[in-house]
Structures are given as structure tokens and as C-alpha cells.
């Protein structure tokens, strides 16, 4: 029963091949096409709306030598928020609950940041790893924690986004296997659980749109660092 729970967290396989390029590109399937017009229905009217306020949100705090990473960003926001709701629908699967598909997003990213600050500005990326005034005796144990700290990075952005949703997935199981087991001795009980269960996922709703948007804001703001 405990190994079952975790079930939901394997890529499903399909004459031997893993599903999960299919369930990563699906959601694209759901963003209207592109026309001759510039606005062709109500839906691409709210695409359009969604695209400016998120790519608003995410550049307003960066220099506008930034702003050439706005395609790349707001991109990697929408298709976290796709693939994160996506893994919310009945027998589907959430590519983002492992581990080595966050990191794969989040390490070349953050190198991408830090190789862009020292490429433009060396001496201002290296003088991040020793702040101003300090005591000359603690220079190396500080100089070893900033490192430290900024190299984690990458690993504390993947972590981040796969424990949160996983979290989530295992606690939506466990309360929905709770309901159906009460349903037949304890209907009462059943019934409470259920409505747990059904603002436990409208929590889980906003907990993944909140992890896509944290995951490109903390991108953004190492960005604004090492510019």
C-alpha cells in the first residue's frame, strides 16, 4: 500500500516507451494557434493579457539590459504552470515531481546567469562572495559560505518545486484513499474528508501556479544580480 502511493510519481510506459515527452508537450496543445489577425477569439485575448502580465511582473525588477531574457523566462513560466496543472487532471502524470527534470531546468539556467556576470561585470560577481567590512580574520570562512550558498542554488530551486508538488500529490492520495475506504463504514467521516479533500486541491491548484511563478522569479532576480 505505501509503495502504491508513490505509484503516481513514475513516468507511465507505453510498449516499452516513457509516456512523459507526450505528457510534457500536451499542453501545448491547449494554447490557441496563431492567425493572420492579431486577435483572433476571446481565448487569445486572455492569452495575450496573461503572457503581458506575467512578462511585466518578471522584468519590472530587472535592468533593462535584462530584458533580452524575457522570451526565455516567461516561456519557462508558462510551461511549468501547464505541465503543473496538467499533473492535477485524473490519470495523467506531472513531470515536474522529479527531481532530475527540475534540475536540468535549473542548472543551466543559473550557469547561464553567473557565466553572464562575469563575462560583463567580473569584479562585481566576485565581490558578491565578500561583503563590505569584513573583519579580516573571518574572509575565508566568509568567502567559503558565499560560495557554498551560491552554488546550491540550482539545487535548492529543484528541490523546491519537487517537494512542493510532491507534497501535494501524496497528500490529495491519501485523504482521497481515506474517503472511499470511510465511505461504506463512517459515511459522515466521509463526507468531512471529502470536503478536505476538495480545498486541499484548490490549494494544491494555487500551490502550483505559486511554484512556477517562484521558481522564474528567483531565475530573474539572479539575473538582476549579475548585471
Request: hydrophobic share 55%.
Amino acid at each position: 500500500m505505501n509503495l502504491s502511493f508513490f505509484d503516481q510519481f513514475s513516468s507511465p510506459t507505453f510498449l516499452g516507451i516513457p509516456l512523459i515527452l507526450i505528457s510534457m508537450t500536451f499542453p501545448a496543445l491547449l494554447l490557441p494557434s496563431p492567425g493572420n489577425r492579431w486577435i483572433t477569439s476571446r481565448l487569445s485575448t486572455l492569452q495575450l493579457w496573461f503572457i503581458n502580465l506575467i512578462t511585466k511582473q518578471l522584468m519590472m525588477p530587472i535592468h533593462n539590459k535584462g530584458h533580452k531574457w524575457a522570451l526565455i523566462l516567461t516561456s519557462l513560466m508558462i510551461f511549468l504552470l501547464l505541465i503543473n496543472l496538467l499533473g492535477l487532471l485524473p490519470y495523467t502524470f506531472t513531470p515536474t515531481t522529479q527531481l532530475s527534470m527540475n534540475l536540468a531546468l535549473a542548472f543551466p539556467l543559473w550557469l547561464a546567469t553567473l557565466l553572464t556576470g562575469l563575462r560583463n561585470q567580473p569584479s562585481a560577481s566576485l565581490g558578491h562572495l565578500l561583503p563590505e567590512g569584513t573583519p579580516t580574520p573571518l574572509i575565508p570562512a566568509l568567502i567559503m559560505i558565499e560560495t557554498t550558498s551560491l552554488l546550491i542554488r540550482p539545487l535548492a530551486l529543484g528541490v523546491r518545486l519537487t517537494a512542493n508538488l510532491t507534497a501535494g500529490h501524496l497528500l490529495i492520495q491519501l485523504i482521497s484513499t481515506a474517503t472511499m475506504a470511510l465511505s461504506s463504514t463512517m459515511p459522515a467521516v466521509s463526507m468531512l474528508a471529502l470536503l478536505v479533500l476538495l480545498l486541499l486541491t484548490i490549494l494544491e491548484v494555487a500551490v502550483a501556479m505559486i511554484q512556477a511563478y517562484v521558481f522564474v522569479l528567483l531565475l530573474s532576480l539572479y539575473l538582476q544580480e549579475n548585471i
